[in-house]
């Protein structure tokens, strides 16, 4: 815990509307939007609810990071590298998709299953690491640690998806440098989070109302909230202003370079996005199947 508890700020604030995406999916964009096009190092942020039917079936990714993490329900991953497996509820999956991979997420439904909802972040890779082998960290949810701030009886507890809260740390290690955090308040419950000096970082409300900062307005649900970064603000005060308060707090060290982005491709140059257009049509540098591999899940 920072000795100085000076407390980041909102400086902007954008609502999420739910819009369609993939094959029938809804999702609340907010990073990624018109509204809020450059958060580096995020490029996009979708809180997802995809019905029966709907999914996203087989796409490339080249040069980004993308984190899945369910709040209810499950989703099916495949991958042309042999990879897959199901995240569960409440289970994350932390994909470098690297030099070249494709996949397909298709949630899973049933009779008396909860249609799957989750948040899903892409996170930019520094340039000198955009080429490297994919990978992959996942925590099914049991796996995943959790801080209480007060104590297990008290009003507040974070899953400590990756990074570290309240002498609590994640065994999940992001290339570049990427805390994130979901935390859930009752009402009244206040906290001081840590952030690293000079990250960027965002509040995104999943349920209930959150004020930031130690005055701050009440913020309610769907909203994302971009955190000031100034010199000498240690972390971020949060108090919850409803029970049952639910959001996730992300922040991430910025990177010094420009994003050209074509589609699921995430480099920063024209030359290199043409250079990824290429190999994927060749099938060469991380794609080589990609005229040969169909996914199993997203092909039913």
Wanted: net charge negative; hydrophobic share 35%.
């Amino acid at each position: 815990m920072a000795l100085n508890m000076i407390s980041r700020s909102v400086v902007k604030k954008v609502l999420a509307v739910e819009t369609p995406e993939g094959a029938g999916a809804l999702v609340r964009r907010s990073i990624g939007s018109a509204s809020l096009r450059n958060l580096t190092p995020f490029l996009l942020l979708d809180h997802f609810h995809v019905s029966e039917g709907a999914g996203f079936p087989d796409h490339p990714h080249r040069g980004q990071a993308t984190v899945t993490y369910m709040l209810e329900g499950s989703s099916r991953h495949e991958d042309s590298a042999g990879h897959s497996g199901t995240i569960k509820t409440g289970g994350v999956q932390w994909m470098t998709a690297g030099k070249g991979i494709i996949h397909a997420e298709m949630p899973v439904h049933g009779k008396n299953v909860p249609e799957p909802r989750g948040m899903q972040l892409w996170v930019d890779l520094p340039k000198d690491l955009k080429m490297t082998e994919p990978t992959y960290q996942e925590l099914d949810p049991e796996d995943i640690p959790v801080a209480y701030p007060e104590g297990k009886d008290g009003n507040i507890s974070i899953k400590v998806i990756s990074g570290k809260s309240h002498g609590v740390e994640s065994p999940v290690r992001p290339l570049g440098g990427c805390w994130y955090f979901h935390m859930l308040m009752k009402n009244g419950a206040t906290m001081f989070q840590d952030i690293p000096a000079g990250w960027t970082a965002f509040i995104y409300i999943l349920k209930g109302a959150v004020s930031v900062g130690e005055s701050g307005p009440v913020n309610d649900a769907f909203h994302t909230l971009v955190l000031s970064n100034a010199d000498g603000e240690t972390g971020v005060r949060l108090t919850a202003a409803t029970d049952d308060t639910s959001f996730v707090l992300v922040a991430g060290a910025p990177l010094d370079q420009t994003v050209f982005q074509y589609g699921p491709f995430v480099m920063t140059n024209q030359e290199e996005i043409q250079k990824t257009l290429m190999d994927y049509r060749t099938g060469r540098n991380g794609f080589e199947k990609a005229h040969t591999w169909k996914s199993k899940i997203g092909n039913m």
